[in-house]
């Protein structure tokens, strides 16, 4: 029986990260951590796994082992909060009207 892994995503957003942007209205949702063939939990936010290779570096240890899409969490990895990922996400939402009071009437007696 799997484990269930504890997500850190709350409504499609990383409150955890300071500068994560938010999934919401732009179709991508936000997956749940998953655990890699090398037994490492990958998207938790945790940063430490018993099984990592960085947990049991040594001499030995070959760098390529932590090469490849098994390393990379689809929405919650880092390269999320750069300048680049942030405005395709944004390019995803829908446009927003203008904000308006439309219970108010600002104009009265400006014409």
């Known amino acids: 029986m799997k484990k269930k892994l504890d ?3 709350i409504d ?11 999934f919401k209205g732009t179709g991508i949702k936000p ?3 998953f655990v ?5 939990v990958i998207g938790d936010s945790k940063y430490a796994s018993e099984n990592s290779p960085l ?3 040594s001499e030995d ?3 390529e082992i932590m090469a490849g899409d098994e390393w ?15 405005e395709l996400l ?8 203008p904000f308006m009071h439309p219970d108010k009437d600002v104009s009265t007696d400006t014409d």
């Open 12 to 22: 499609d957003t990383q409150p955890h990260q300071i500068n994560a942007p938010s």
């Open 55 to 57: 947990e049991n570096w």
């Open 90 to 97: 944004e390019a995803k939402r829908a446009p927003q009207p």
């Open 36 to 40: 890699n063939d090398h037994g490492v």
């Open 72 to 86: 990379i969490h689809p929405t919650n990895d880092i390269g999320w909060n750069s300048t680049e990922n942030r």
């Open 31 to 33: 997956q749940a951590p």
């Open 7 to 9: 997500s850190p995503i």
């Open 61 to 63: 240890t070959d760098p």
